[in-house]
Nanobody, 125 residues
Framework: VQLQASGGGLVQAGGSLRLSCTAS????????MAWFRQAPGKEREFVGR????????IYADSAKGRFTISRDVTKNTAYLQMNSLNPEDTAVYYC???????????????????WGQGTLVTVSS
């Protein structure tokens, strides 16, 4: 299984970006896909996740009301729509996937088996 993240770039504060994560391989075995991000000098943190079959979502507090995760199972792709971006959102964004529901919330990065290469999002003030 391989995950390919794309869609990052430079955007002004208040702007929007949509990230994509396309999976190849045994995607039918996915239970959940997630987005994480890592800012310079900081640990990788959870942004949000979506269950692959049902589409149930959970978001970090920093993402609630601004970010939306969706997926298109026919395209094996998950999306992260980011609105009202601010400089604190600057980070490398990673997508991840897991085959099994490892916890009730599935927000722990340690539970994800597959990771994309990351895409850089830079928000200018």
């Amino acid at each position: 299984v391989q995950l390919q993240a794309s869609g990052g770039g430079l955007v002004q504060a208040g702007g929007s970006l949509r990230l994509s994560c396309t999976a190849s391989g045994a995607t039918s075995s996915f239970h959940v896909m997630a987005w994480f991000r890592q800012a310079p000098g900081k640990e990788r943190e959870f942004v949000g996740r979506i269950t692959w079959n049902v589409g149930n979502t959970i978001y970090a507090d920093s993402a609630k009301g601004r970010f939306t995760i969706s997926r298109d199972v026919t395209k094996n792709t998950a999306y992260l729509q980011m609105n009202s971006l601010n400089p604190e959102d600057t980070a490398v964004y990673y997508c991840a996937a897991a085959r099994f529901p490892f916890t009730r919330t599935m927000t722990d990065r340690g539970g994800y088996e597959y990771w994309g290469q990351g895409t850089l999002v830079t928000v200018s003030s």
